[in-house]
Every structure is written in structure tokens, then in C-alpha cells.
């Protein structure tokens, strides 16, 4: 029969305990669980170790950072007061241009001016010569209608001066 006493119990779990435990010895032996964890613990050390480092560069590049944040506002100060003193100088440059080009079209204009003016001026005198002429000729035309004697005498004066040319 089966004895469910104390001493049994303990016993057979004594025997279990110890079949478990080195179970569980053959397994970490096959599996090489120790250098596993060996591995495992240098990996974690140079991971530690690497991360100190870069936190140290990063301490470092923060350092510099605040450095240069400390003249920041000269720095800037200085920009703005060489890109307004840049801005000065082409504003200046751009009104001399400016004015150099107001005073050339101004030039430009007045010759203009004065060749439009010579123009109208050599118009008029020929419309002034054509009309006078168209005058002229209807008042010489005006006067030889009435006066029949006058047409001749022109006539003849006209041949008189063509003898006396040298021909």
C-alpha cells in the first residue's frame, strides 16, 4: 500500500529536487548557460562603458554649445550691424545709379526735344515756302489775266535775258 508519510514525502521530494537540479546542471553545461551570462555581462560592461563615453562627448558638445550661446546676442549684434551698414551701401549706391540715370533720360529728353523742335521748325518753313509760293503764283496768275500786256512783257524780258546769258 501506499505510505503518505512525512519521511516518504520528504524523501521522494528530496529525489526529485536533486533529479531536477541536476537536470538543470546538464542543461546549463549543454547549453554553455555560464558563458552565455559571462558574455552577456561583458557586453552589458562595454555598453556602460560606451555609453559613459558618449555621454561624456555629449557633456562636451553641451559645453560648447553654452559656450557659444554666451556671445550669441554679440554675435548677432554684430550681423545685424554689418547687414545694415551692407544695406546703407547699396541704398546709397542705388541712388547715385538712380540719379545718373534720371540726369541721362533727362539729357535724352531735351535732345529729343530739341530734334522734334528742328523738325517742326524745317516743317513750317516748308509749308510757310510752299503756301507763300501758291500765293505768288495765284497772284501772278491773278494779275496776268488782267493784264493781257503784262504776260507779254514777262515774255520778252524772259527771252531778252536768255540771249544775254552765256551759253
Do not use: C, P, W
Not at 552565455?36 to 560592461?45: F, L, N, P, Q, T
Not at 504776260?151 to 531778252?160: A, G, L, M, T, V
Request: no cysteine; glycine share 2%.
Amino acid at each position: 500500500m501506499l505510505d503518505f508519510s512525512f519521511s516518504n514525502i520528504l524523501h521522494s521530494n528530496v529525489i526529485n529536487f536533486a533529479i531536477m537540479i541536476a537536470l538543470f546542471v546538464f542543461i546549463g553545461y549543454k547549453l554553455k548557460v555560464g558563458q552565455k551570462i559571462e558574455d552577456m555581462r561583458v557586453s552589458i560592461k562595454n555598453k556602460v562603458e560606451e555609453s559613459d563615453a558618449i555621454k561624456e562627448e555629449a557633456k562636451k558638445d553641451f559645453q560648447k554649445v553654452s559656450d557659444s550661446l554666451a556671445n550669441i546676442e554679440e554675435e548677432l549684434n554684430a550681423i545685424v550691424s554689418k547687414a545694415e551698414e551692407t544695406a546703407k551701401s547699396f541704398e546709397q549706391k542705388a541712388r547715385e545709379d538712380l540719379d545718373r540715370s534720371v540726369a541721362l533720360i533727362k539729357q535724352n529728353i531735351e535732345k529729343q526735344i530739341e530734334t522734334e523742335q528742328n523738325h517742326v521748325q524745317g516743317e513750317l518753313l516748308h509749308n510757310v515756302a510752299s503756301s507763300s509760293i501758291e500765293i505768288a503764283q495765284r497772284q501772278i496768275k491773278t494779275a496776268l489775266d488782267k493784264d493781257k500786256q503784262l504776260h507779254r512783257k514777262y515774255i520778252e524780258d524772259f527771252i531778252n535775258s536768255i540771249d544775254k546769258a552765256d551759253v
